[in-house]
């Protein structure tokens, strides 16, 4: 008699470390991506920035981002709990502004792009504590993060280094 068994366990990713530096390869993709990230958050608080970085990087399982904006977020004058509870933002009621937790919605519905579409309610929640400037600026930064932690999962970006 053959035993046939299937392994049930999920696949582990492979931490054999960085693939590639991405950033030496593609220089002008960087240098473009660098200038897309300072033109998007442009107007936008800087502790609000680092809120939406550290969600998405969050949302995307990008350990060099999350590393990376934690400490921006420390440095803009967060703190550790409301770094720590990013995570339930939902559940820490009275940690996060309605405007923040606004932007942390519409964070989640855009790097869940998956899902199909970005729901109506969760704009117009948005665009209720945003300006049509600051909203602009608040969905390219979201869509900058998102394409920040692509490159960082992909070529698995170690964090705690430049």
């Not at 709990?81 to 932007?103: F, H, M, P, S, V």
């Given at each position: 008699m053959t035993n046939h068994t299937t392994s049930t366990?999920?696949?582990?990713?492979?931490?054999?470390?960085?693939?590639?530096?991405?950033?030496?390869?593609?220089?002008?993709?960087?240098?473009?991506?660098?200038?897309?990230?300072?033109?998007?958050?442009?107007?936008?608080?800087?502790?609000?920035?680092?809120?939406?970085q550290i969600r998405a990087s969050q949302l995307n399982h990008c350990a060099f981002c999350l590393d990376m904006h934690a400490k921006d977020a420390r440095k803009a004058g967060e703190t550790e709990?409301?770094?720590?509870?990013?995570?339930?933002?939902?559940?820490?009621?009275?940690?996060?502004?309605?405007?923040?937790?606004?932007?942390l919605a519409l964070t989640e519905a855009v790097t869940h792009l998956t899902d199909g579409f970005v729901p109506d309610a969760v704009?117009?929640?948005a665009a209720a504590h945003?300006?049509?400037?600051e909203l602009a600026h608040l969905i390219a930064t979201i869509t900058t993060i998102n394409a920040w932690n692509r490159f960082g999962v992909t070529t698995r970006r170690t964090p705690g280094q430049v």
């Open positions: 366990a999920p696949a582990t990713p492979d931490h054999s470390g960085p693939r590639m530096r991405w950033a030496e390869l593609a220089p002008e993709v960087f240098k473009a991506m660098i200038a897309l990230d300072a033109a998007a958050r442009k107007g936008l608080e800087p502790a609000l920035v680092a809120l939406v709990e409301r770094i720590y509870l990013l995570n339930a933002w939902e559940e820490a009621t009275g940690y996060y502004t309605e405007k923040e937790q606004a932007a704009y117009a929640r945003f300006d049509d400037t």
